[in-house]
């Protein structure tokens, strides 16, 4: 049974760092891009950040870029979302996800496996 669980999400005041973690059981890991998405009330869900199965390829959301960093442990079985100078409009349910396909996509559709997600709320 494969099993995406993330962690981390809580109430972080404006201007402050949050990191995300999801933790992946029941797949085989290196074998997976693995990605950052996110929903806010009423939003669809959107592309955050992806990492390639070795770490070589990654990819940020333009409101990411400079922001975010995204990281992979592949012997925990681990992928990161490390966040800096966080927003309101931050705020959301952060979901990772994992793909097996070959090429790293920023859009939701090839993520086979997703997680239930962490809220993350930047507010003062």
């Known amino acids: 049974q494969v099993q995406l669980v993330e962690s981390g999400g809580t109430l972080v005041q404006p201007g402050g760092s949050l990191t995300l973690s999801c933790l992946v059981s029941g797949l085989f890991f290196s074998d997976s891009n693995m990605g950052w998405f996110r929903q806010a009330p009423g939003k669809e869900r959107e592309f955050v950040a992806v990492?390639?199965?070795?770490?070589?390829?990654?990819h940020y959301a333009d409101f990411a870029k400079g922001r975010f960093v995204i990281s992979r442990d592949n012997a925990e079985n681990t992928v990161s979302l490390q966040m800096n100078d966080l927003k309101a409009e931050d705020t959301a349910v952060y979901h990772c996800a994992a793909d097996r396909s070959l090429v790293v996509s920023t859009t939701p559709a090839p993520y086979e496996y997703w997680g239930q997600g962490t809220q993350v709320t930047v507010s003062s």
């Open positions: 990492i390639s199965r070795t770490g070589r390829a990654i």
